[in-house]
């Protein structure tokens, strides 16, 4: 019992070291400016940025599970070819693009994996 007194600032330390790790597994959450809509279908992506040449150039999100996404308000700090993030989204289904290269989201939130 004394030795566990005796060592508790570094018993201490070392619990909230372990918590901190163990808490998110990621960075911390961005909201992109502008903020999305309230209109849209909520979701959640994990998944790979990727910059397209197609008109002009653009970045979208190639998710885990091979969907490609095209979000309208990505950051400028998560416009990095091969980037892993994980977003939450609203699908919508009522704005046309000109990427066509997937399904046009905005990003509720955006984080590095």
């Given at each position: 019992?004394?030795?566990l007194l005796h060592h508790r600032?570094?018993?201490a330390t070392i619990a909230l070291v372990v918590a901190a790790g163990c808490s998110s597994g990621g960075s911390e959450w961005v909201v992109p400016t502008p903020a999305p809509g309230?209109?849209?279908t909520?979701?959640?992506i994990t998944g790979v940025v990727h910059h397209y040449e197609l008109e002009g150039g653009f970045y979208a999100i190639r998710a885990d599970d091979g969907a490609t996404y095209d979000p309208t308000n990505l950051p400028p700090e998560?416009?990095?070819e091969g980037l892993s993030v994980e977003a939450d989204a609203l699908k919508?289904?009522?704005i046309v693009?000109?990427?066509q290269t997937g399904t046009i989201v905005e990003l509720v939130r955006i984080r590095k994996r």
């Open positions: 019992m004394r030795y600032p570094l018993i309230t209109t849209g909520k979701m959640h998560f416009q990095k919508r289904n009522d693009g000109i990427h």
